[in-house]
């Protein structure tokens, strides 16, 4: 059974900067896709970030030119950071990850709160 554990969230004010990271109990060389994903109070959770095997990544609109996804193959993480932070970023952030073999799994959240 493959586990994710996420940290780094935690309250921010508008304009700030969050760094959210993910680790993966088993390799992560052989991936089909890893990513970040978001669920607001009320809504749908949503794709936010995502990066392949072959490391091509794809963002939401809503974050493009704010938010990089990042992997360490070493580390088996993969990381958000998030720059300028708007309230509208508020949400539990989960990782998501997609192995060859093993199937998708999704780790337990983080929450990530943008106020003043």
């Known amino acids: 059974q493959v586990q994710l554990v996420e940290s780094g969230g935690g309250l921010v004010q508008p304009g700030g900067s969050l760094r959210l990271s993910c680790a993966a109990s088993?390799?992560?060389?052989?991936?089909?896709?890893m990513g970040w994903y978001r669920q607001a109070p009320g809504k749908q959770r949503e794709l936010v970030a995502t990066?392949?095997?072959?490391?091509?990544?794809d963002y939401a609109d809503s974050v493009k030119g704010r938010f990089t996804i990042s992997r360490d193959n070493a580390k088996n993480t993969v990381d958000l950071q998030m720059n300028s932070l708007k309230p509208e970023d508020t949400a539990v952030y989960y990782c998501?990850?997609?192995?060859?073999?093993?199937?998708?799994?999704w780790g337990q959240g983080t929450q990530v709160t943008v106020s003043s």
């Open positions: 998501n990850v997609d192995f060859v073999i093993m199937g998708v799994y």
């Open positions: 088993e390799s992560i060389i052989n991936i089909n896709a």
């Open positions: 990066i392949t095997r072959r490391g091509s990544t």
